[in-house]
């Protein structure tokens, strides 16, 4: 499954976080099944040190990777929403993977994170929306309590949840043209606060159901993003943290337990 997977990161003007990004991805393994790997690049005033670390990742990587430069509009609306929407578009319909997996640039992911998406792929089941990297209650500020407790996470056990976090997912072609994309919040304007972005579009639509995502008890990506971002500041930092991130790990075996 991982050979019909397009990775996409999106990326603006930290490259410092993007080095370390990319360096988690080059570490993963299985990373070489991959179809492709492209970055959604925004202008910046370190747009040419963002370029010094793609090339430094295509070496890394061994193999070219796709630029997709963000558009006037994608520019213009706050954070990386219609970036990552475009950049998704431009995939599915010019290079027709079966799946697109998308990443940050300062989201780190464990060692294991591409097996466990291949597994995930093979475990499709109707009405499953996306895979989620980041775990359940991973984040302080979403009010909710990962499964056993986040810092004794299992480090095997998958759910289907009710619950979406944008810290590196994966979607099937079909997924995104006829559920997702339609729901899309292009510009990050779709309700009040804390009601507008994608990623509060696709909980609403996991809330309501019937849809579920694959989401494991513990993390396999982490946020690194302290300073300079758009929503991440240092004053909530330690509670984007995921105790049960863990950067490398060997022979896991997943398993899908109850769904939630």
């Known amino acids: 499954m991982l ?10 003007k930290r490259p410092d976080y993007l080095r370390r990004t990319f360096l ?3 570490a993963a393994a299985r990373v070489g099944e991959l179809r492709m790997v492209a970055v959604a690049l925004g202008p910046s005033h ?15 990587l061994n193999r070219k990777i796709v630029i ?24 599915f319909d010019s290079f027709r993977p079966e799946f697109v997996l998308c990443g940050e640039e300062d989201v780190i992911v464990s060692s294991d994170v591409l097996a466990y998406m291949a597994w995930a792929q093979a ?7 996306c895979i989620c990297a980041h775990n359940r209650g991973g984040t302080g500020w979403d009010g909710l309590s990962g499964p056993r407790g986040d810092d004794k996470a299992d480090q ?63 993390a396999r990506s982490q946020t690194i993003g302290e300073r300079s971002g758009v929503y991440s500041v240092p004053e909530i930092f330690p509670l984007q943290q995921a105790r049960s991130f863990r950067e490398y790990r060997e022979d896991v075996r997943y398993r899908l337990a109850d769904a939630g």
């Open 46 to 60: 370190r747009f040419d040190d963002q370029m010094d670390v793609i090339r430094e990742a295509e070496d890394l």
């Open 3 to 12: 050979s019909d997977t397009a990775l996409v990161v999106t990326a603006w």
């Open 24 to 26: 988690s991805w080059a």
């Open 68 to 91: 997709i430069r963000d558009s006037p509009e994608a520019q213009a609306g706050p954070g990386m929403h219609r970036a990552l929407g475009e950049a998704v578009d431009r995939l």
């Open 156 to 218: 095997e056990t998958v759910r289907l949840l009710p619950y979406f976090n944008p810290w590196v997912w994966c979607t099937w072609q079909r997924t995104w043209r006829a559920v997702i994309r339609p729901v899309w919040d292009w510009d990050c304007d779709s309700g009040g606060p804390g009601e507008s972005g994608y990623d509060w579009n696709l909980q609403r639509l996991v809330s309501l159901g019937p849809w579920r995502n694959l989401v494991p008890d513990a």
């Open 123 to 129: 475990m499709y089941a109707e009405n499953t929306l």
